[in-house]
């Protein structure tokens, strides 16, 4: 599976070539932002002035239902940018940015110097596109999952795809470092905490894979399903 198929992670990271911190003329005038475990950075109808660049931690994006209940779109870490959807007009959040990490550090860039950065460099046009147009994708696969593919696929969908992103081969066996809680895969997949910890042993007592707080290691990709 190629990353360009991923939906659940991307890897477009701009901290370089975006941050006001690595460009002449914007250092000087520019702050990071740093926020605890589990404080909001916006919520929905906040207004919208700026788009948001993770420097260091991990940044959780979600919306709600009507019903209160707390729909999980993304978990973006260390330069990946989110509250981009003001360069297509948004006034106000439709989803909320929250910490998930101690000293989450957040570099915020506001529309017009977005829109010099982007103005000067066309990589960066480029690859802002670029993950608009994924985010957009990953959105599509992620309604057509949730309507036709039952609990365990998905689960399972999520482990091959996290493999394809971060995963570190080790001869037939693949490991994954992951922070991600059961209750985070869960979020991510439209499913409960309980089924993903089901599942996942379930997985394990086939020694199909291993896992603990800190990593997943899959035994062969090829026999996981």
């Known amino acids: 599976m190629e990353n360009n198929e991923l939906w659940f992670f991307e890897d477009v990271n701009l901290f370089n070539i975006m ?13 990071f932002t740093r926020y605890r475990k589990n404080q909001f950075i916006y919520f929905p109808n906040d207004q919208a002035r700026h788009i948001y660049m993770i420097a260091e931690g991990r940044v959780r994006i979600g919306s709600y239902l009507d019903d209160g209940k707390e729909i999980v779109k993304a978990i973006l870490t260390t330069g990946e940018i989110f509250g981009e959807l003001v360069l297509a007009g948004e006034d ?10 101690d000293n989450t550090t957040i570099c915020p860039i506001s529309i017009d110097e977005m829109k010099e950065l982007m103005a000067e460099n066309k990589e960066l046009s480029f690859k802002i596109y670029k993950l608009i147009g994924l985010r957009i994708r990953k959105l599509e696969k992620k309604v057509e999952s949730l309507v036709f593919k039952d609990a365990r696929t998905r689960i399972i969908e999520f482990l091959r795809e996290a493999a394809a992103w971060k995963g570190k081969k080790v001869g037939f066996e693949t490991m994954i470092p992951t922070k991600l809680t059961h209750k985070d895969i869960a979020n991510l997949t439209g ?14 007592d086939k020694n199909l894979i291993y896992f603990d707080r800190r990593k997943i290691l899959i035994r062969d990709l090829d026999k996981l399903a």
Do not use: W, Y
């Open 19 to 31: 941050c006001p911190h690595k460009t002449a003329g914007m250092a000087d005038k520019h702050e």
């Open 92 to 101: 106000k959040r439709n989803d909320f940015a929250q910490a998930m990490d």
């Open 191 to 204: 499913t409960s905490r309980q089924t993903v910890t089901t599942i996942l042993n379930e997985l394990k």
